[in-house]
């Protein structure tokens, strides 16, 4: 297996998890905000980021905030603040120090490789631009997956905003319906899957409530993507909730590689 830098791997780790069945008890990437709707003159939240088995409780890896971004409701740049990695979490924060509606996460794409060598199994993983020598000539059954995911959180001050909202038309993407910080427990919310800007009709979209790790069931709902790419939630009830949605197939950059695709975000749902 080639060597890849730090930073390269903190991005494929996460791709890593797109192997993992959404519906297994398997580990799960999240981020938590420890509030989305706020107001006030000068409004900060926390954020966690991890991988766990159960849902915002750490008990398995941090995610890395090497690639973690924050668009401020203009549509600028914003940063992470007070950014730290412990044994099971990340956590930072953000001021929200403009009116309007934040986007915070981070994206991940890159190449899995599997494949035999002197009748031996192999993988890899790395980028495109790794790949032309990443892999030997000699090497047969090669199997390419181009896999990519991104997660992210929103947070509002003051009145909802749409410009970070906007699609970049590349990958899966959430083209929400209802602004996923208008959220609230009697009332059903409409999200629509995009994939590279179009309808990604018949998606599997799991969504589980936070705190599963103190109930027997874990209140976890499957949906389906309608033609239009279309989910209607009926939430249980206020709380956080995790959302993902997956895809497999598509058209690949990478010639004769399959094409793996996920979104995930959390959402407060706030009572009546």
Do not use: C
């Not at 790395?126 to 199997?143: D, F, R, S």
């Not at 995911?149 to 590349?170: C, D, H, I, M, S």
């Not at 009709?201 to 799991?206: D, I, S």
């Amino acid at each position: 297996m080639i060597s890849i830098r730090h930073g390269a791997l903190a991005i494929l780790s996460a791709a890593a998890l797109l192997a993992v069945p959404a519906g297994a008890s398997a580990h799960r990437q999240w981020l938590l905000p420890s509030a989305t709707v706020l107001s006030g003159s000068d409004p900060w939240i926390t954020v966690d980021a991890a991988v766990s088995n159960e849902l915002f409780y750490f008990d398995h890896v941090p995610m890395r905030l090497d690639t973690m971004t924050v668009t401020a409701p203009d549509g600028s740049k914003g940063e992470i603040k007070n950014g730290t990695t412990g044994k099971y979490r990340s956590t930072f924060d953000v001021q929200l120090d403009k009116t309007g509606t934040y986007k915070i996460g981070t994206s991940s794409d890159g190449l899995m490789a599997a494949y035999k060598l002197n009748g031996e199994a192999k993988r890899w993983r790395g980028t495109a631009a790794e790949l032309a020598t990443a892999i030997p000539k000699e090497a047969t059954e090669v199997k390419l997956t181009q896999s990519s995911r991104r997660v992210e959180v929103f947070a509002t001050r003051g009145a909802p905003t749409k410009e970070v909202l906007k699609l970049t038309g590349q990958g899966l993407e959430l083209d929400p319906v209802t602004h996923p910080n208008d959220l609230v427990a009697s009332e059903p919310a409409v999200f629509k899957l995009v994939l590279d800007g179009k309808p990604a009709a018949g998606l599997e979209v799991v969504v589980v409530p936070g705190g599963n790790r103190y109930r027997a069931a874990t209140g976890e709902m499957k949906l389906t993507t309608d033609a239009q790419g279309a989910v209607t939630i009926r939430w249980a009830g206020a709380g956080m909730y995790w959302l993902e949605a997956t895809s497999r197939g598509g058209k690949s950059s990478v010639p004769n590689a399959e094409r793996s695709t996920a979104y995930v975000t959390t959402l407060e749902v706030l009572p009546d």
